[in-house]
């Protein structure tokens, strides 16, 4: 798929919750991903995260830990999962975020799974991030104590149909300050 520019990329880009259980996820495609999330801007560069990409057999381990209750029964179908800890920041970003009072690791982590997601999209792929899970199971599977911040589906969507966007309101979300107004 090929964008022209990055509102086109926004508008296509969807929480997909109705995966194709038969069509695997090529690592190459997976690998795309992660090299873009690399580019991802980050307060003094800290990067505090690391990706986990679980695919094949091993995404069906991942999938029952993330169904609580009925609450995503739709990872059943889903193939590959990037799970995204929260790791350290470099000495830079810990002194920032001591002084400003401000949660920079939170930002980090969100702006490098924009990145990941809607690379995935050029790729034909679908995703969904998901912030409920059994966080003890999966570090257990993962052997790590890092924290786990959120996961992100990955697979091909069965019928891809473009949802109508609903969203607030612009004076809900912004407000343009100029010598204008």
């Given at each position: 798929m090929e964008f022209n520019d990055f509102k086109e990329?926004?508008?296509?880009?969807?929480?997909c919750r109705d995966?194709?259980?038969d069509r695997e996820v090529e690592i190459e495609k997976l690998q795309t991903c992660l090299d873009t999330m690399k580019l991802a801007p980050s307060a003094?560069?800290?990067q505090p995260y690391y990706y986990y990409i679980v695919h094949g057999d091993n995404a069906k381990i991942i999938s029952k830990?993330?169904?609580l209750g009925k609450m995503n029964s739709f990872t059943k179908d889903v193939n590959a999962f990037a799970i995204?800890?929260?790791?350290?920041y470099n000495l830079t970003a810990k002194i920032g975020s001591k002084v400003k009072n401000q949660d920079f690791k939170s930002v980090d982590i969100g702006i490098s799974t924009a990145y990941f997601t809607?690379?995935?999209?050029t790729l034909g792929l679908s995703t969904c991030v998901i912030g409920w899970f059994d966080e003890e199971k999966i570090q257990k599977f993962l052997n790590t104590k890092s924290?786990?911040?959120?996961?992100?589906?990955i697979g091909y969507a069965k019928n891809e149909e473009i949802r109508e966007k609903k969203r607030k309101t612009?004076?809900?979300l912004y407000k343009i300050i100029s010598e204008d107004l």
């Open positions: 990329l926004a508008k296509v880009r969807q929480s995966y194709d259980p003094c560069n800290a830990y993330l169904q995204v800890t929260e790791e350290n809607a690379e995935a999209t924290r786990i911040r959120l996961i992100i589906a612009s004076d809900a």
